[in-house]
Nanobody
């Protein structure tokens, strides 16, 4: 599985962005998909995950009620809608694919990352 993340950019605090991750391969719908982020000097941290079927979602506490993860198995895409952005959301965002829904970085495949910068 190859993953390509896009949609990052510069946005003011309180604004919104929608990240998208496009996956290659015919087995996309068998993978849980997750978003992580990594700020400069920080470790990569879990943001959100969605099950292979799209029925189950989980979020990090710091993004609950602001971010929404979704997927389209017909298009092999997973999106992250980010609302009410804060300067502390500034990071490189990565999508990842794995056989299990986990909150750690134990995923099989990673995208290249897309930079989100939130100005105050």
């Amino acid at each position: 599985v190859q993953l390509q993340a896009s949609g990052g950019g510069l946005v003011q605090a309180g604004g919104s962005l929608r990240l998208s991750c496009a996956a290659s391969g015919r087995t996309f719908n068998s993978y849980a998909m997750s978003w992580f982020r990594q700020a400069p000097g920080e470790e990569r941290e879990f943001v959100a995950v969605i099950s292979a079927s799209g029925v189950i979602t989980r979020y990090a506490d710091f993004v609950k009620d602001r971010f929404t993860i979704s997927r389209d198995n017909a298009k092999n895409t997973v999106d992250l809608q980010m609302n009410s952005l804060k300067p502390e959301d500034t990071a490189v965002y990565y999508c990842a694919a794995g056989r299990r829904m986990v909150f750690t970085t134990e995923y099989d495949y990673w995208g290249q990352g897309t930079l989100v910068t939130v100005s105050s």
